[in-house]
């Protein structure tokens, strides 16, 4: 069953990358073969700015990118999570007066 979340709520992506200068943050760092390349997990903080069947969420760079509710890889932060990484969670604009104004 997927998650409901709403305009507002702050979500957590976690994505796979492949590299071979992983960054600080990086979680399950697992070297290649021969050791040139690693493959890790990144966490991303975004905020959820649409919701229905999909979810448009924000990142913490600025980008969007729309996800599927039941995505196993998005998933809504603990408190902890929350209260340790509050800074990096995008903050919404309230909406305009104006329909044309739009989410931003």
């Given amino acids: 069953m997927p998650i409901n979340y709403k305009r507002g709520d ?6 796979t990358k492949t590299g071979s ?3 600080s ?3 399950n760092m697992i070297p290649a073969e021969h050791g040139e390349t690693y493959c890790f997990v990144i966490e991303l903080c ?4 649409e919701s229905g069947d999909n979810v448009r969420v924000r990142f913490e760079n600025g980008k969007t990118q729309i996800l599927k509710c039941n995505d196993p ?5 603990g408190l902890m999570a929350l209260l340790l990484r509050f800074s990096r969670f995008p903050r919404v604009k309230s909406r305009g007066r104006f329909p044309s104004q739009g989410l931003i």
Avoid: D
């Fill in 73 to 77: 890889r998005l998933s809504k932060p």
């Fill in 46 to 49: 975004g905020t959820v700015l």
């Fill in 10 to 15: 702050r979500v957590i992506l976690e994505v």
């Fill in 25 to 27: 943050r990086r979680r």
């Fill in 21 to 23: 200068l992983p960054p």
